[in-house]
């Protein structure tokens, strides 16, 4: 299976920061990179996709970026209701696996 | 809308079966692999398996092979996943996801739509 390594497991930010995550693969995924919210007692909710694709409705205050086995998940300026956590998921092997999760919480 | 329903919460006994089910509506359910995820208590994201609701085609996680089976009705647009001999290992949240990609295409998993989740507690 392709491992999926996220980094920091947690951060604390200031509305407003520009925050950024990173993930890394143990093996190329291609562009085959997916980004994840999830708030407490909810379903994750995709963010972006195929690396640096926003989802529907997703603010542009979010961005990807990376290739391979580098991807890195920008928020420019955190606002209130970003505070959760964050999945990156690889589609490129299967198993489809996750990293383990950034968790943002407010400074 | 795209929405995924499931069913409610659930406690068993190890040793028992669970049987989810995940009501899709707001698009053609057979156009779209669905997928099945979990999330353990203050755990991170456990893909399952995937069901193609227009062939019935599954794939299944290694680690569930032989203890899991996932169907679908299509005349009602309904996915299931049924998990059997349950241990406590496998209390956990149970998530249907809709791909974003059509069957049509070469199969990336992304995990468009997200169901609710069913809690699943399995204690003695």
């Known amino acids: 299976d392709i491992q999926m390594t996220q980094s920091p497991s947690s951060l604390s930010a200031s509305v407003g920061d520009r925050v950024t995550i990173t993930c890394r693969a143990s093996q190329s995924v291609s562009r085959n990179l997916n980004w994840y919210q999830q708030k407490p007692g909810k379903a994750p909710h995709l963010l972006i996709f195929d690396v640096s694709s926003l989802q529907r409705g997703v603010p542009a205050r979010f961005s990807g970026s990376g290739s391979g086995t580098d991807f890195t998940l920008t928020i420019s300026s955190l606002q209130r209701e970003d505070f959760a956590t964050y999945y990156c998921?690889?589609?490129?092997?299967?198993?489809?696996?996750f990293g383990q999760g950034t968790k943002v919480e407010i400074k | 809308q795209v929405q995924l329903a499931q069913s409610g919460a659930e406690v068993k006994k190890p040793g028992a079966s669970v049987k989810v089910s995940c009501k899709a509506s707001g698009y053609t359910f057979t156009g779209y692999y669905m997928h099945w995820v979990r999330q353990a208590p203050g755990q991170g994201l456990e893909w399952m398996g995937w069901?193609?609701?227009?062939?019935?085609?599954?794939n299944y996680a290694q680690k569930f092979q032989g203890r899991v089976t996932m169907t679908r009705d299509t005349s009602i647009s309904t996915a299931y996943m049924e998990l059997s001999r349950l241990t406590s290992d496998d209390t956990a949240v149970y998530y249907c996801?809709?791909?974003?990609?059509?069957?049509?295409?070469?199969?990336?998993?992304?995990?468009?739509?997200w169901g609710q989740g069913m809690v699943l507690t399995v204690s003695s």
């Open positions: 069901i193609n609701p227009y062939s019935g085609s599954t």
């Open positions: 998921q690889q589609g490129y092997g299967t198993p489809p696996t």
């Open positions: 996801a809709k791909d974003r990609i059509t069957l049509a295409g070469i199969i990336i998993p992304s995990f468009e739509y």
